[in-house]
């Protein structure tokens, strides 16, 4: 039995070997031999899916594609609706839980690459029969030699995050705005949105994009000097501290700064390239911090982030954190249970 690697090639009989060797494979026939979805047997939760681009059932014409930022547009079968269980299941999938594993070929004669894990991200709201859904490959991105032996054509990104005025030029600015309003991750968005916007799972990006985090907090460092030098406490802005950078994210906080007052600002600083609903990972260290220091602790979340031109939006969130985000666990730390 072929072990499943990424960024390798597998034929169905080999895929089926692979998730359900107890059964037998039939070609051409079954669920394992036809399907292109396919349930991973005693793992509720858990897929296949088997994509060959351009497949046609019946009179439709499925329309699939991945972009260079390892977003996927897919569709389901026909014959399922937005009521329907599986497309329920799938709207809520979570990644941190189970699994859907992407098997993806160009040509019906071809071996099916296997492109990793999927998250979900969006879906459209108002099509079905088939449903329309964007999935983020987790194990993004591939390699290059991969994706041209598979024979793909990768898309550009379409989403435009600034809205900035044509023959408008900006450089090191950032625009402080008010908190989002919350929206539910699994809502999905209109097919005018869906159609016009394949944006990736930021989160994923960013939490791999060191150089993203630093000058997110380059930029703030230097607002906050530059503000206490504005207002004439040049004796504050000398004593603003990047705290990140000098102790390391021991600290709780990457930014030690003042207000006018001279008391002083603990500033945590999280930076996205993506919309200003993005979520965010934060340590135990920086949310013990900030209940810590309620009145000094500042969260500046800096989002739609031009790395290049290093001009960003920014809004904040002051105090106690615990009582501001909704915290999701990604992972646990265990012990064997005591006895007491």
Excluded: C
């Amino acid at each position: 039995m072929k072990n499943l690697e990424l960024w390798s090639e597998y034929s169905r009989e080999q895929i089926h070997s692979i998730f359900s060797p107890d059964t037998t494979f039939t070609p051409q026939a079954g669920t394992w031999g036809l399907h292109g979805m396919v349930r991973v047997p005693d793992r509720p939760g858990d897929w296949v899916f088997l994509v060959s681009l351009g497949n046609q059932q019946g009179e439709h014409l499925f329309d699939e594609s991945i972009t260079e930022d390892g977003v996927l547009s897919w569709q389901s079968q026909p014959r399922l609706d937005l009521s329907s269980d599986v497309i329920k299941s799938l709207i809520n999938h979570d990644d941190r839980v189970n699994n859907i594993y992407l098997f993806l070929r160009a040509s019906r004669s071809n071996d099916y690459g296997y492109f990793g894990r999927l998250g979900y991200l969006t879906h459209d709201t108002e099509r079905e029969n088939p449903v329309y859904f964007q999935w983020q490959i987790l194990d993004w991105p591939a390699p290059a030699e991969f994706i041209e032996r598979v024979g793909i054509s990768l898309i550009g990104q379409a989403v435009e995050l600034q809205s900035e005025s044509k023959g408008v030029v900006r450089i090191n600015e950032l625009i402080f705005e008010e908190p989002p309003k919350p929206k539910p991750r699994n809502a999905g968005v209109k097919t005018n949105e869906f159609r016009a916007q394949k944006a990736p799972d930021y989160v994923l990006q960013d939490s791999k994009n060191k150089k993203l985090g630093l000058e997110g907090e380059l930029l703030v460092l230097e607002k906050e000097i530059q503000s206490l030098r504005d207002a004439g406490r040049h004796d504050l802005a000398d004593k603003v501290v990047h705290v990140s950078k000098v102790e390391g994210d021991g600290a709780g906080h990457d930014v030690r700064s003042y207000d006018l007052e001279g008391s002083p600002k603990f500033i945590e600083i999280k930076t996205t390239k993506g919309p200003a609903t993005t979520p965010f990972f934060i340590s135990p260290n920086e949310l013990v911090f900030s209940i810590q220091h309620p009145e000094n602790y500042f969260l500046y979340r800096v989002y739609e982030f031009d790395v290049e031109a290093r001009v960003g939006k920014v809004f904040a969130l002051r105090g106690d954190l615990s009582a501001q985000i909704d915290l999701v666990p990604t992972q646990y730390r265990a012990v064997v249970a005591s006895s007491d």
